[in-house]
């Protein structure tokens, strides 16, 4: 018997191997993007880099995360916080007083304030990709996860430590790169699909077995080829995130979308539709019929059921150009209102 086939080595070899499992086991670890600057969180919540850090110093309010070189880098998460915590300051509250409040809390204090801070706080789709290759693709697509606040764990399915998801929550899909199936790999599939927790699942799959593709269809679990389509992959976040707020109990297009503010009340719009000018302009009255019609069709189109998802994207693309389509026929008006206040004016200051 060789050395090498001793019991002892054996032994040795399985311990050895074992060990080193566990240590990359121990190294696993959910890595967020996107990444950003302490100059891009500034720029999106409105507050001086300087002020950032002092609430770092101060408050520890600041980057969950530093790059090699030491400098701030902001999760999505950090970012959505320090917007709801810009938002409340704005309508009136004191950073001593909200600096130490978990997210809910804050979320809570914004829901009472006005739908212009509500605006500054839409929470982005938050998605979980799971596979080394999805991981090192996305390291060269990093465009795909602009608008999205995702966690990446660069592990093969079958090795991925479930304790790596402690804590994640709120996840609108799960993103498994598995070019293939076996029993072991569903097993483990439906192991993180319970710990996650997401709305829905997406398996990027290459040569995977018609067979294996039926099960995950009939577990209500999406796939398609690796490596993604970008548009595609893009399909599958923005419905998994509306399947959440349809869910939640959300079911108007108007709370899917968001809208344009109305700039006039109905009684603004009246006396429009009445003025009288000494020019030759009917600006006044022809907008303020356009602007009564399209907040009609506005109302509607929110209203509007969808067969479908690729129905409902419709929909939503034409309420968000009939809002946008009134909003600036509005704006048009403010001008033909303020040329009218200009011509009042100048027949007061000639009568006077």
């Known amino acids: 018997m060789g050395l090498t086939k001793h019991p002892y080595f054996e032994w040795l070899r399985t311990i050895t191997e074992t060990f080193i499992w566990c240590s990359k086991m121990a190294e696993q670890q959910l890595q967020a993007r996107p990444l950003y600057g302490i100059g891009t969180v500034a720029r999106l919540t409105g507050l001086k880099p300087d002020t950032l850090r002092v609430w770092e110093r101060r408050y520890s309010l600041g980057a969950s995360q530093k790059s090699e070189t030491g400098r701030r880098q902001y999760t999505q998460a950090d970012l959505e916080h320090l917007q709801l915590v810009s938002a409340l300051l704005s309508s009136g509250s004191r950073i001593g007083e909200i600096a130490s409040s978990e997210r809910k809390t804050l979320e809570r204090l914004v829901e009472a304030c006005t739908d212009k801070s509500r605006t500054q706080v839409a929470k982005k789709p938050s998605v979980v990709f799971v596979g080394e290759a999805i991981c090192e693709w996305l390291g060269d697509h990093q465009g ?33 790169a598995c070019e293939r199936m076996n029993t072991a790999q569903m097993s483990k599939l439906n192991q993180v699909r319970e710990v996650v927790n997401p709305t829905s699942v997406l398996v990027l ?13 009939a577990e209500g679990i999406a796939n398609m080829a690796f490596p993604p389509d970008r548009a595609e992959l893009a399909f599958h976040i923005t419905r998994s995130s509306a399947e959440k707020a349809t869910r939640d109990g959300i079911n108007s297009l108007a709370d899917l979308v968001a809208a344009r503010p109305r ?84 027949k007061r200051l000639k009568g006077a």
């Open 205 to 217: 799959q290459s040569g995977m077995s018609e067979s294996w593709l039926n099960e995950l269809s």
């Open 144 to 176: 795909c996860l602009t608008g999205v606040s995702a966690q990446l764990a660069s592990t093969r399915l079958e090795a991925v430590d479930l304790d790596i998801f402690a804590g994640v929550e709120d996840v609108d899909l799960l993103v498994v």
């Open 263 to 346: 700039l006039h009340a109905e009684a603004v719009l009246a006396e429009a539709l009445t003025m009288e000018t000494s020019i030759a302009c009917e600006c006044p009255q022809h907008l303020s019929g356009l602007i009564t019609q399209l907040a009609k069709f506005e109302a509607y189109s929110a209203e509007c059921s969808a067969d479908s998802w690729k129905d409902a994207a419709v929909h939503s693309c034409i309420y968000a150009y009939a809002s946008q389509a009134r909003w600036l026929m509005e704006k048009a008006l403010d001008m033909a209102l303020q040329s009218h206040e200009d011509e009042v004016g100048q």
